[in-house]
């Protein structure tokens, strides 16, 4: 195998907590993504002064989140000086695209040890800022391109005629999913306490485990007053951050670190914006094409629950097997703090795969604007 | 409100977390106090405080609302009797709310006494047990640190609190709760003896009871009864049953009962005899009521129910209006005595009755008749209290009636002197020795009906006056119906603009004391002029409101909005043309112009993003401010306490909330006369708004919002005007920052467009047939 490959050592998040009414939801952004770095900086063991970059991904990159947040970060997380710092924003995607960014630099040879973080404080920071302002006249051309999500999840379900019905099972079995992993601990290996106002924060704040199939159907819709998509079958606005320590995999054998995971291929892609929820089936055929695979060869799969409806087009047009998608809860559950879901569900995907033995997984999401972004990994 | 500490009261601690515990903790926090509210501890629940904690739980839900701001739950913490009495014995007031047994609270108060410390108050909320029959047995030491401070439900807005101090009570601790109570809590603060139900619940008790008695002895119907009872009598539409179902049917045999055993043989109360025995069935079988299964009227299926005293049978609700209701509509509450119909005598019997009692006992229970009248008013929501109501019936006609029917003639209306005259231009009241009294108000205290009784306005029309509040400062008094705004309103703004400084004035408070201060623009004129299609008398109207609110603002000296209940559409856009505010605490404002399909357009619009754009604390770039008033403006969002409205926007944090209604006035002119020395009007604001690109963002959220089905059909076209507006029209950049006046034209043109649709007239003219929106 090519030495130039990368690999996951190590992954670390935040709780994941409801914008607003969470207990994180007074917690600056850049605090919150610099205590899991340092955390996970220290399970790791990385030597600090071997990390070339830090790249964060955020989706709304501006007041608390604003100027370069990826170096600050990196200077608040107290990493030497001369570790350099990025912010990039692809939306849901952007952590993700830290990675693909930090695998493509290794493989340039620009560098063997990377940060790859993600933050999204949505309590703070409103989704679509504080100041949105399309531009008129393209705006008029094609209203699409800012389409709202909630009305992206409606025309995805009417596109694959998916009921209501459909959309809670998909729902109800996250939720079940999630509170199982929570209960049998499987949650807190990955989750850094956070000093909050209110005291130290060290579980997840969104996760609804008494939610039942009657509950969900008793909800009205959220954004289409005819529609079918409510609250309960799209993720939650979050509070969170996550990171993933990426490096080469010749430095995880000359420094002893144990990697979780051989990142294998990546791709992006896009797709109409008023289906944005399909995204993935376009990167994820190119990613899984790219690392010489197909689909059956999947062990386990992370698919971003943006919305139930979304999540369901894919499992359709992939031929994803059900049983192997999001074994420990999505975001449906467990929220969707934007910018820093890419990194927590690849993160997890490594740390699964790692726990089941299986040697192929596929991380995907779907991105607003229309886009999909999907990593392939493979068991070392 | 904070800064509590020069009343010496920081701190108050609630024991009994029942609905008159939370009640008072609630308004205490809304004061700016730290709480502690308990109750007894629960024991084998997952909390020892689980009661006080279930109490501030159903606080920050009420509804009404107890609290002026959901943040100040947070300062009110819960304890239990058993483990904190030191933190109890921490606070500067200890009220006590629990249950009316004389012994439990007084085995309260043994806990209490030995960690009191020196100068700590402890009060009982009872409404019952006497001073003397609480504090028996304990200490010297407690019985100085004791009175009775007895609210009214809800203590949030019920505006009266009765205080009674002991024999023994410490009159520097008395004048110390007093104080906190007016200025801090915002209570019109009444001293009343120790005799039984003190004032207001003496008299209202009687009232009831004697209404019930007479209703069924006189086979008169309930809801015939209401009607003559509420509004002609000026009391609170829920006249009398309706009273009793909300206040509950088992609250009068009890209160009843406890008045019985305290009054002397002789008094009239006892001479109603007992309650009807429905009452005690209807209790038996939990019809106590609203909180019960229904009492005098009841909801069933949806329908309106009321119940026939004779029979005990419900039926549909008819809503009648009597001749005699009818009668005092034209010729007031005399009409409503004297008129000879079943209902009319009816009413004499029971206000004469309620009337002569007061008449009677008004020496035993208070200094004079201005307290007792004061305590119906504010305790029972009375328009007149019972002295009021003689003096506008006439003493001597009511002696004569009472005569004519061989009924006693208390002494105080024995001679048909008035009890309330003007002497000198001062309110003077007849006090319990007989002899006439000026009326008293406690400093800081000014009303304007005080003002007006002093001498004639500097100017008045049909809709506003001009008043001089002394000192050189002038008030604006709007007096039409509901205080709604028309030509005149605006032309005496606009005269005390020219009139002022030339008269030498230093300043302008624009106050009022009716319920409220405004409900904004008479919109029956604009619904005239759409129906005959008269637009440029609309486009008038709108630039002759931006022009004197421009002025208002522009003048050369400082202009003071001081007002107190609702302040919607022009009403609100007035206060946003003031220098500066000073607002009672229970002040609701919004601009709701959008509520009849139309937009803010007296310059509104612009004066509240120029107040958002330059609020210290607000968010870059372009949008936020532009955000932050189409929300409160599309979604014609009312605050319901002036705390909310700081929070959309409407107040300034340099503008001042006042807990006291009464203080208002004197704090406006105290603001006026501090900023009037080297006054200089504010400086045009310069607005950098976004154009069409901001727009563009709100039609998106207008669209969402359409779509979910929040929004109707003609809510979308209002919100795009208002977008239209609030972004700066088609030519804005935000490079090229634009003036005030720039939008008040959009509005104008914004407002002339929506006037000629259908829809919007359709809303006007729903609004003003039935008083509430209509969602087209």
Redesign the interface.
């Known amino acids: 195998m090519d030495s130039r490959y990368a690999v996951i050592v190590g992954y670390a998040r935040s709780p994941f907590t409801p914008a607003h009414r969470g207990a994180l939801a007074g917690v600056r952004p850049d605090q919150l993504a610099a205590e899991v770095v340092r955390s996970l900086i220290a399970r790791t063991a990385v030597s600090p002064a071997d990390i070339e970059d830090l790249i964060l991904g955020c989706a709304f990159p501006e007041g608390e989140q604003g100027l370069n947040l990826g170096r600050l970060v990196a200077l608040q997380a107290e990493l030497p000086p001369a570790v350099a710092g990025a912010t990039v924003n692809r939306f849901c995607g952007s952590s993700m695209q830290a990675m693909h960014m930090a695998a493509g630099a290794i493989a340039l040879g620009a560098g063997d040890v990377f940060v790859c973080a993600g933050v999204e404080s949505m309590s703070r920071v409103p989704m679509g800022g504080f100041n949105p302002l399309p531009h008129p006249g393209f705006y008029k051309r094609a209203p699409e391109a800012y389409i709202s999500m909630g009305e992206t999840a409606e025309n995805v379900a009417r596109a694959y005629s998916l009921d209501r019905a459909a959309q809670e099972a998909f729902a109800f079995d996250s939720q079940q999913k999630a509170a199982d992993a929570r209960a049998s601990g499987r949650l807190a290996d990955e989750i850094v306490p956070i000093a909050a106002a209110s005291g130290t924060v060290t579980e997840d704040g969104c996760l609804r485990p008494e939610t039942t199939l009657a509950s969900l159907a008793a909800l009205r819709p959220a954004f289409d007053a005819k529609g079918t998509v409510t609250a309960g079958t799209s993720s939650p606005l979050t509070d969170g951050a996550a990171a993933v320590l990426v490096t080469s995999e010749e430095y995880a054998r000359h420094h002893s670190l144990t990697p979780l995971a051989r990142i294998r291929s990546v791709a992006v892609s896009g797709c109409r914006p008023e289906v944005m929820g399909i995204g993935p089936v376009g990167a994820s055929k190119k990613a899984l094409a790219r690392a010489g695979i197909a689909v059956g060869d999947l062990d386990l799969v992370e698919l971003n629950e943006a919305f139930a409806s979304q999540a369901l087009a894919n499992i359709r047009d992939l031929g994803l097997d059900p049983a192997r998608i999001n074994l420990d809860g999505g975001a449906i559950a467990l929220g969707h703090p934007l910018g820093a879901t890419g990194a927590r569900i690849t993160g997890k995907a490594a740390q699964l795969l790692k726990r089941t033995g299986g040697r192929f997984a596929l991380a995907t999401q779907c991105i607003g604007g229309g886009q999909g972004i999907a990593t392939v990994l493979e068991a070392l | 409100m904070d800064g509590v500490a020069p009343l010496g009261i920081n701190s108050v601690g609630i024991i009994g977390a029942g609905v008159m515990g939370a009640g008072i903790a609630a308004q205490a926090a809304n004061a700016g106090a730290k709480v502690l509210l308990v109750d007894v501890a629960s024991e084998g629940s997952a909390s020892r405080n689980a009661i006080a904690e279930a109490a501030r739980t159903r606080l920050a839900k009420s509804e009404p609302a107890a609290l002026m701001h959901p943040g100040f739950l947070s300062r009110i913490a819960t304890g239990n009797i058993e483990d904190d009495l030191g933190r109890l014995a921490e606070c500067d007031w200890i009220i006590e709310a629990v249950v009316e047994k004389a012994e439990v609270k007084r085995a309260i108060y043994r806990r209490l006494e030995p960690v009191l410390r020196p100068g700590v108050a402890v009060s009982s909320n009872t409404s019952t047990v006497p001073l003397a029959a609480l504090t028996e047995g304990l200490p010297e030491r407690f019985r100085r640190a004791f009175l009775i401070t007895h609210f009214f439900n809800p203590p949030r807005y019920m505006r009266l609190l009765e205080v009674v101090a002991g024999p023994d009570s410490d009159p520097e601790t008395v004048a110390r709760v007093s104080a906190f109570a007016d200025r801090a809590l915002g209570k019109s603060v009444i001293q009343c003896k120790d005799t039984p139900g003190f004032i207001a619940n003496r008299i209202g008790t009687f009232w009831l009871h004697a209404a019930l008695i007479e209703a069924v002895r006189r086979g008169i119907g309930v809801e015939a009864a209401d009607a003559v009872l509420g509004r002609p009598a000026g009391v609170p539409k829920t006249g009398v049953f309706g009273l009793l179902d909300l206040i509950g049917l088992d609250l009068l045999p009890h209160v009843l009962t406890s008045l019985r055993a305290a009054l002397p043989a002789d008094d009239a109360l006892l001479g109603l005899g007992p309650a009807p025995e429905l009452v005690g069935r209807l209790i038996a079988a939990g019809a106590t009521g609203r909180k019960g299964t229904g009492g005098f009227y009841r909801l069933k299926d949806g329908a309106k129910e009321v119940i026939d005293l004779a029979t005990g049978d419900y039926a549909l609700a008819r809503r009648p209006v009597p001749p005699a209701a009818k009668a005092a509509r034209r010729g007031g509450l005399r009409a409503l005595l004297a008129h000879s119909s079943h209902e009319g005598r009816f009413a004499f019997a029971v206000l004469s009755a309620t009337l002569a009692y007061a008449a009677k006992v008004m020496p035993d229970i208070a200094a004079d008749a201005e307290a007792v009248d004061r305590a119906m008013r504010l305790g029972y929501g009375w328009k007149q209290g019972p002295f009021e109501m003689i003096d506008a019936l006439g003493a001597g006609w009511l002696a004569e009636r009472l005569r004519a029917e061989g009924r006693t003639v208390p002494p105080a209306l024995a001679d048909g002197r008035p009890f309330y005259r003007t002497d000198a231009g001062r309110l003077s009241v007849l006090d319990r020795n007989g002899a006439y009294r000026a009326v008293e108000r406690p400093p800081g205290v000014l009303l304007l009906a005080d003002v007006k009784r002093a001498g004639p306005p500097l100017a008045a029309n049909r809709s506003a006056s001009l008043w001089d509040l002394g000192d050189g400062v002038a008030c604006l008094e709007f007096h039409s119906k509901m205080n709604a705004l028309d030509p005149w309103s605006l032309a005496m703004a606009n005269r005390a603009v020219r009139m002022l400084p030339a008269k030498g004035f230093k300043g302008l408070v624009v106050h009022n004391d009716g319920a409220n201060f405004s409900v904004g623009a008479n919109i029956a004129l604009l619904r005239v002029a759409a129906a005959l299609r008269l637009w440029p008398a609309i486009g008038w109207l709108l630039r002759r409101g931006q022009t004197v609110f421009s002025r208002l603002k522009l003048a050369p000296f400082p202009v003071v909005g001081a007002p107190s209940g609702l302040a919607l559409g022009g009403g609100c856009e007035v206060l946003l043309h003031c220098d500066a505010l000073v607002v009672h605490a229970e002040t609701y404002i919004g601009l709701v112009e959008t509520a009849v399909g139309i937009v803010p357009s007296w310059g509104g619009c612009a004066a509240l993003l120029a107040q958002l754009a330059t609020a210290p604390e607000r968010?870059?770039?372009?949008?936020?401010p532009v955000i932050k008033a189409f929300e409160a403006i599309a979604t014609a969002k009312v605050s319901k306490s002036a705390e909310e409205a700081r929070d959309l926007g409407f107040l300034r944090f340099s503008d001042s909330i006042v807990m006291n209604r009464d203080r208002v006035l004197a704090e406006a002119k105290a603001r006026v006369l501090a900023m009037a020395k080297g006054y200089a009007p504010s400086p045009p604001v310069k607005l950098a708004l976004?154009?069409?690109?901001?727009?563009?963002?709100l039609?998106?959220a207008v669209r969402?919002y359409a779509?979910?089905?929040v929004a109707s059909p003609h809510d979308v076209t209002v919100a795009g005007e208002l977008a239209h507006v609030l972004t700066g029209g088609s030519s804005a950049d935000v490079i090229v920052p634009v003036d005030e006046k720039t939008v008040r034209d959009l509005e104008r043109a914004a407002v002339l467009r929506l006037a000629r649709t259908p829809q919007t007239r359709a809303r006007v003219a729903h609004m003003l047939k039935t008083g509430k929106p209509l969602r087209n």
């Open positions: 968010q870059g770039g372009p949008m936020p976004p154009g069409p690109s901001g727009e563009a963002a039609e998106l969402d779509r979910k089905g």
